[in-house]
């Protein structure tokens, strides 16, 4: 039970700060009611739906040198949007960013990349507050 409410005040804080990250390609309607039931929906999806899918994609994972696992993210994500018709990860356009000589230029983020946007962010969040509470 403790590792459950772990796991959901994790990805519930990783949507969150993704959220916020990226403002225009992910929207909750209602708000944090949206937030806790997606961050529901993304736990019970990864503790049964994806290590199904790992086990059934690990020779094409194995094939790509693991790098597929990004499209297994980003199936578990499109199940969330179909399950929580409140939560949208939409297309949206990146203004930019410049720090000390470092540039990322302005683009427009279609809707499969800000799909793959948010599941490299939203995996890359949850590992780190996962490192942080051990």
Same mark, same amino acid.
């Given at each position: 039970?403790?590792?459950?409410?772990?796991?959901?005040?994790?990805?519930? =804080?990783? !949507? /969150?700060?993704?959220?916020?990250?990226?403002?225009?390609?992910?929207?909750?309607?209602?708000? @944090?009611?949206? !937030?806790?039931?997606?961050a529901i929906v993304l736990g019970i999806i990864n503790l049964f739906i994806?290590? #199904?899918?790992?086990?059934?994609?690990?020779?094409?994972? &194995?094939?790509?040198?693991? %790098?597929?696992? /990004? !499209? $297994?993210? $980003?199936?578990?994500?499109?199940?969330?949007?179909? &399950?929580?018709?409140?939560?949208?990860?939409?297309?949206? @356009?990146?203004? =930019?960013? %410049?720090?000390?000589?470092? %540039?990322?230029?302005?683009?427009?983020?279609? %809707?499969? /990349?800000?799909?793959? #946007?948010?599941?490299?962010?939203?995996?890359?969040?949850? =590992? !780190?507050?996962? /490192?942080?509470?051990?």
């Amino acid at each position: 039970m403790k590792s459950l409410l772990r796991s959901f005040l994790i990805n519930a =804080g990783s !949507l /969150w700060v993704v959220s916020q990250i990226l403002a225009g390609g992910i929207s909750f309607t209602r708000g @944090y009611e949206t !937030l806790a039931l997606a961050a529901i929906v993304l736990g019970i999806i990864n503790l049964f739906i994806r290590p #199904l899918l790992n086990i059934l994609l690990l020779p094409i994972n &194995l094939l790509t040198l693991g %790098t597929f696992r /990004w !499209l $297994v993210n $980003v199936a578990a994500l499109f199940l969330v949007t179909l &399950l929580v018709p409140e939560f949208k990860i939409a297309a949206f @356009y990146f203004q =930019g960013f %410049t720090f000390q000589g470092f %540039t990322l230029p302005a683009a427009f983020i279609g %809707t499969a /990349w800000a799909f793959l #946007l948010v599941s490299f962010l939203l995996s890359s969040t949850s =590992g !780190l507050l996962y /490192w942080i509470i051990k």
